[in-house]
T-cell receptor
Framework: EDKVVQSPLSLVVHEGDTVTLNCSYE??????LLWYKQEKKAPTFLFML????IEKKSGRLSSILDKKELSSILNITATQTGDSAIYLC????????????FGTGTRLTVIP | NAGVMQNPRHLVRRRGQEARLRCSPM?????VYWYRQLPEEGLKFMVY????????ESGMPKERFSAEFPKEGPSILRIQQVVRGDSAAYFC?????????????FGDGTRLSIL
């Protein structure tokens, strides 16, 4: 059975801290891994990772995929209160169906 | 707003009624996906549609749920004879194509509450 596991489930940090969120997967026919940020509304697309070892960066956020370890990390440096959200990891499989298989997310709270 | 548009944002129904949820994809996107999010759970895939075609409905409950994406107009997720367990947030996503370089972009969701 396909699985996407995120850790930690929740995290509380102070502004300015650096955080690392983890995502591990066991799926058949892996195609890509995606990270989303969900505040109160729509999950907002952050990154799509298809190749191992290539870091993707956007401002204070960065992410990398390790296909050997079947995992990915999402780093946020110099955290701000606006980073408080649920961070979702999802895997896209080569089934032709294009449906995303999501983990349950990591709830990040950044306190001033 | 050129994003994925869902309406209504909130929908309240009594048990046994029908719920209709609408989704207009982003401009230029022809692939639509519906997901359900139960409290404290991750998003679960329900159905994937292209214009006038259901491509994959492996995540849809076998009864009471149906989806369409007509040639004109929004995609509709329809739930007949709703029950309390249908209470959830229903998210729609769209993508330009179905390839590996086409991320899905999500709407704000419809929060369905069943009384």
């Amino acid at each position: 059975e396909d699985k996407v596991v995120q850790s930690p489930l929740s995290l509380v940090v102070h502004e300015g801290d650096t955080v690392t969120l983890n995502c591990s997967y066991e799926v058949t026919n892996f195609r890509s891994l995606l990270w989303y940020k969900q505040e109160k509304k729509a999950p907002t697309f952050l990154f799509m990772l298809t190749s191992s070892g290539i870091e993707k960066k956007s401002g204070r956020l960065s992410s990398i995929l390790d296909k050997k370890e079947l995992s990915s990390i999402l780093n946020i440096t110099a955290t701000q209160t606006g980073d408080s959200a649920i961070y979702l990891c999802a895997v896209d499989r080569q089934t032709g169906a294009n449906n995303l298989f999501f983990g349950t997310g990591t709830r990040l709270t950044v306190i001033p | 707003n050129a994003g994925v548009m869902q309406n209504p944002r909130h929908l309240v129904r009594r048990r046994g009624q029908e719920a209709r949820l609408r989704c207009s994809p982003m401009k230029g996107h022809s692939h639509v996906y519906w997901y359900r999010q139960l409290p404290e759970e991750g998003l679960k895939f329900m159905v994937y549609l292209q214009k006038e075609n259901i491509i994959d409905e492996s995540g849809m409950p076998k009864e009471r749920f149906s989806a369409e994406f007509p040639k004109e107009g929004p995609s509709i997720l329809r739930i007949q004879q709703v029950v309390r367990g249908d209470s959830a947030a229903y998210f729609c996503a769209s993508s330009r194509g179905g390839g590996s370089n086409q991320p899905q972009h999500f709407g704000d969701g419809t929060r369905l509450s069943i009384l």
